[in-house]
């Protein structure tokens, strides 16, 4: 070959390694637009988790684990979610779930309880394994291609929904302390202590003002009360005797002077006084004896 078909393959050769190295680089920036577009679109998920109260208690959430806001979550699945009934005569239920979620900005997630397990066992013919499908948008519009310059729409999203209550069926799981455990031991404590004092307020009613019967604050010691009291009370005790004495003393100075006194009778009311007859010098006949009789006046 001469020097001129050589030159021409290096030419030839030149043209298909940039040929070769431009489509490694649409490629690559293909690959580059798409991750970050899916960096920026939001990833939303429904699943199943135990409470963090009580792990007995399985709640459903729908979370937002993408950087951009989701819109219009709309969940649909192969049947309803059954949740155990409230009580012996109630029937097995559904779980209500929204027909739509406007919207979950990123880490923003919608949470609902589903069912308890314990009770849930006792239930017989009820459902616990459900498929379905997550529906959402994008804040963005889908990109416009040369050929479809009129396409506005939004871009749609879609994650596969499976929900199995039965994952945690025959485990073990350690009883860690909370917060609302701590709530609940206090709210407990609270109720007894309500009670208490509701039953001292009415015991304290029922008290009369009477020093023996109520319940009296001192600010001293006891001992010290104890010993004023007993002071008190020996002081009342010779204040009493002492006037006990004085009285003794008086009575027996009065009754030797009522001994001694005449006794004054009484006249009675009805009793006329007595008149005396005037003496004969007054009426001045001279005396009378009784040796001698009246003589008889003459009749007239």
């Keep these: 070959m001469t020097s001129e078909n050589w030159?021409?393959?290096?030419?030839w050769a030149t043209v298909a390694v940039a040929i070769v190295a431009a489509i490694v680089a649409l490629r690559q920036v293909r690959e580059a637009r798409i991750a970050r577009d899916e960096q920026a679109q939001p990833?939303?998920?429904?699943?199943?988790?135990?409470m963090e109260g009580d792990w007995q208690f399985l709640e459903l959430v729908i979370k937002n684990f993408g950087q951009t806001p989701a819109f219009d979550i709309e969940v649909s699945l192969d049947r309803p979610l059954q949740v155990s009934p409230d009580h012996s005569a109630a029937s097995i239920g559904n779980v209500a779930l929204p027909s739509r979620i406007p919207i979950l900005a990123p880490q923003q997630e919608w949470r609902a309880l589903w069912d308890h397990a314990p009770s849930r066992s006792k239930v017989e013919g009820i459902e616990s394994v459900h498929k379905g499908e997550l529906t959402y948008r994008g804040e963005r519009k889908k990109r416009q291609h040369w050929y479809a310059p009129w396409q506005t729409d939004f871009d749609v999203y879609r994650s596969p929904v499976e929900l199995?209550?039965?994952?945690?069926?025959?485990?073990?799981?350690?009883?860690?302390?909370?917060?609302?455990?701590?709530?609940?031991?206090?709210?407990?404590?609270?109720a007894s202590a309500g009670a208490a004092l509701a039953e001292i307020g009415a015991t304290l009613e029922s008290y009369s003002v009477d020093e023996h019967k109520g319940i009296w604050v001192y600010p001293a010691s006891p001992e010290d009360e104890r010993a004023s009291r007993e002071e008190q009370a020996r002081l009342r005790a010779e204040d009493l005797r002492r006037t006990r004495e004085v009285a003794?003393?008086?009575?027996?100075q009065l009754i030797p002077r009522e001994s001694a006194s005449p006794d004054v009778?009484?006249?009675p009311q009805h009793a006329s006084p007595q008149v005396s007859e005037p003496d004969s010098e007054e009426s001045g006949s001279g005396e009378v004896s009784d040796d001698v009789e009246p003589h008889d006046q003459p009749n007239s």
């Design 7 to 11: 030159s021409a393959v290096g030419s």
């Design 43 to 50: 990833n939303v998920v429904m699943y199943t988790e135990p």
């Design 164 to 190: 199995d209550f039965n994952l945690l069926k025959n485990t073990r799981r350690v009883d860690r302390k909370t917060v609302h455990d701590l709530a609940k031991t206090l709210d407990a404590h609270l």
């Design 248 to 252: 003794d003393a008086i009575r027996r």
């Design 265 to 267: 009778q009484d006249v």
